[in-house]
């Protein structure tokens, strides 16, 4: 089970094991808003809910957290949707494109790779946009707020609905 940790004015910062968020409690680092229930762990101080949201006790300046590049925060960024054709995608038909080739010196990154069907991304190969005549949908950037991609955590708590924004 995963816990979700919040900077101090509740914005989300991460998806946190649950030994690191037993640790920042016994440490009184942050505090627990509410728990998973039928969780618990066994201390000292007897049986203790296994946090589902905590709240740092201080304040984490976000500029200093980087966004971490991955395919799956680039498919969602793009609603699952091939950015040249606008198909919708099941997670077995999307594929990752970079719009500039690695091949070309292209790097993996938000502000260079797209979701893409793979008959699109075929028809592109490793070719530039203007030498294919393809155009993207949007100019791809790198996400605003708090982007999840869930196909790593266990079970999703409800409370997570309340903090976090699924576009």
Known sequence: MKSLLLNNDMEPLAFISDRRAMRLLFKEKVEVICGWADVNYYSAH???????????????????IKRAFSRGAVFKRDGFCCQYCSRSLSTKQITLDHI?????GGVSSFDNCVASC???NIRKGAKLLHEIGMKLLKKPETPEGYLVVSSHLDEWHKMWDIFIRNN
């Open 118 to 120: 793979g008959e699109c």
């Open 46 to 64: 007897g049986f203790i809910e296994l946090p589902a949201v905590i709240r740092l006790k201080y304040r984490i300046t976000r500029n200093a």
């Open 100 to 104: 500039i080739p690695v091949s070309k």
